[in-house]
């Protein structure tokens, strides 16, 4: 198994502000506090966002880290600014160029 099919918990979170991007891609090194902690956030980049109509899908090892996150992403960033679109389990990262 790669390095990144281990990072198989995703979410899908939309936002139109740039800002809480950036904010987004920090709290998911944040919250994978053990293994690899850029997988996570890659394929979250600025141009990625766009290209997704706003959309970046974060993937993490367990399911603790996932939930890490989004509760991290609940306290922290204003609930008006972003919108959790999805949720999976089966969901590998993919390695990024």
């Known amino acids: 198994m790669s390095q990144h099919a281990k990072y198989h918990y995703s979410v899908t979170i939309k936002t139109d502000d740039e800002a809480v991007l950036q904010c987004l891609r920090a709290l998911s090194q944040y919250a994978q506090s053990t293994g690899n902690k850029?997988?996570?956030?890659?394929?979250?980049?600025?141009?990625?966002?766009?290209?997704?109509?706003?959309?970046?899908?974060?993937?993490?090892?367990?399911?603790?880290?996932r939930k890490r996150f989004v509760e991290e992403v609940f306290r922290l960033l204003?609930?008006?600014?972003?919108?959790?679109?999805?949720?999976?389990?089966?969901?590998?990262a993919i390695p990024q160029s």
């Open 78 to 92: 204003p609930k008006s600014l972003w919108q959790k679109i999805d949720e999976k389990d089966n969901d590998p």
């Open 38 to 65: 850029r997988i996570p956030w890659g394929g979250t980049k600025k141009g990625d966002w766009e290209r997704d109509n706003h959309c970046v899908t974060f993937h993490f090892s367990t399911l603790g880290y």
